[in-house]
């Protein structure tokens, strides 16, 4: 009986000893998935007030369209408000207008295509924007802007005439010109909603030296309009004539 037991009891061994015992072990826990980096983005807007800044330094070029059409078309005098489309990168792609009362197709689009090279800063926007901007030219006045939105053109010509002495001051820093000579200058600026002048630019002048030009430009940097209320700057030229 003995050896029979162990016989029986051998391969009971053999399966206890060499099998083994099957667990059952929990899901591994997964790491959750990386997630991807999220760049940072930058806040996206137009600054207006860099836009408006920025068509203000541009009324040079306008006032050039105006004056080279004028030579041709001297009683050339109205009003043109464009509205002006531009891309996310500040480019201008589109131009509109939306009034207009000059009559001359010329100097409308003179001023559409000058316009069209313009590049308005902005900050990362991937959003376009339309942007409407006035431009005044000679006497032209609309029966709802009242006194206090823009000049007339007589009320700019009447300053200036009243600067006449201070500009003729100038041609006492040389004594290198003709007198009893007449002399013409002609400039070109913007006048911005606070009445300070800005873009000064010399159209033409017969004075031919360098130190008066330069005094009679820099003093008209200096002036000062009356305040208005328009959110544009308002471009003007004058011929201003000195008899010596």
């Known amino acids: 009986m003995a050896r029979i037991l162990i016989l029986l009891c051998f391969p009971i061994i053999l399966f206890n000893c060499s099998g083994q015992k099957e667990v059952t072990l929990p899901e591994p826990v997964k790491p959750a998935p990386a997630k991807p980096e999220t760049p940072v983005k930058v806040s996206q807007f137009w600054d207006a007030n860099e836009i408006s800044s920025f068509i203000a330094t541009r009324n040079g070029e306008i006032t050039e369209c105006y004056e080279r059409v004028k030579v041709k078309v001297p009683d050339l005098e109205g009003g043109i408000k464009f509205r002006l489309k531009l891309n996310p990168d500040g480019f201008v792609e589109e131009v509109l207008v939306l009034e207009e009362t000059l009559g001359n197709k010329e100097l409308t689009e003179s001023l559409k295509a000058a316009i069209l090279k313009w590049k308005t800063p902005v900050v ?26 823009k000049r007339s053109r007589e009320e700019l010509v009447e300053f200036c005439s009243g600067k006449q002495d201070e500009l003729s001051s100038c041609f006492s820093v040389s004594s290198e010109f003709e007198k009893n000579k007449t002399f013409t200058f002609g400039v070109s600026f913007s006048i911005l909603p606070n009445g300070k002048v800005s873009e000064v630019k010399t159209l033409e002048s017969s ?24 959110e544009t700057a308002q471009p003007f030229s004058i011929t201003f004539t000195f008899n010596f």
């Open 124 to 149: 990362n926007t991937d959003k376009p924007v339309s942007v409407d901007v006035p431009y005044d030219f000679g006497d032209y006045t609309r029966t709802e802007v009242q006194d206090e939105k």
């Open 207 to 230: 004075i031919q030296n360098e130190d008066i030009e330069l005094c009679l430009t820099n003093k008209i940097k200096l002036w000062k309009f009356r305040t208005v209320t328009s």
